[in-house]
């Protein structure tokens, strides 16, 4: 019991520290770039201005959406990692 409780602990320092962690994503040819951290938030959406002015506004729009879709993605991805590394691949449901 005592092991869990640590494990626990664990798990919520390393998530903290995640939140300060990025990963960026990038979409149309690098034309939207997205960067998330691994508290699930988009930190910043740098859009090329040739997609302003070449594309219509639903095309860019489009570009944001698949961008920040994949920025949360990669995210998860990391964060899932990390907590893996911490439980050692242990399973514990209502915490992962």
């Given at each position: 019991m005592r092991q869990a409780s640590r494990m626990q602990r664990k798990i919520e320092q390393r998530?903290?520290?995640?939140?300060?962690?990025t990963v960026e994503a990038s979409v149309?040819?690098?034309q939207v770039k997205v960067v998330a951290n691994?508290?699930?938030e988009v930190v910043s959406v740098t859009i090329s201005p040739e997609l302003?002015?070449?594309?219509?506004t639903e095309m860019a729009q489009d570009l944001v959406v698949a961008g920040v879709n994949a920025?949360?993605?990669k995210a998860q991805?990391?964060?899932d990692a990390e907590l893996e590394k911490v439980t050692k691949g242990i399973k514990m449901p209502g915490v992962l």
């Open positions: 998530k903290t520290e995640l939140k300060t962690e149309g040819n690098d691994g508290g699930m302003l002015k070449a594309e219509s920025a949360l993605k991805e990391m964060v």
